[in-house]
């Protein structure tokens, strides 16, 4: 079995996505830390952009919108710690 590009990508996308799961349960870090923020936006940037070069629309709406989220969190986070 040849790993592809795509198959690169989406595998460290959902590596970080598994990871901020796995460091939020641990209690190892917050949902509202940056660390946390970072690992959802990158790993779902990633595994969006896979399932594009993949053409597999589901998860390209699923990754799609956990990016749109994730990146209106660290919207959120630095607009938050700006007005300190």
Do not use: H
Request: net charge negative.
């Amino acid at each position: 079995m040849q790993f592809s590009f795509a198959d690169w990508i989406g595998s460290i996308g959902v590596t970080l996505l598994l990871v901020a799961f796995l460091l939020n349960l641990l209690d190892e870090i917050r949902q509202d830390s940056l660390l946390y923020i970072l690992l959802n936006t990158i790993g779902a940037l990633l595994a969006c952009l896979a399932s594009i070069w993949i053409s597999y629309i589901p998860f390209i709406i699923l990754e799609g919108v956990w990016t749109i989220v994730s990146a209106i969190a660290l919207i959120n986070y630095y607009r938050k710690n700006q007005a300190k």
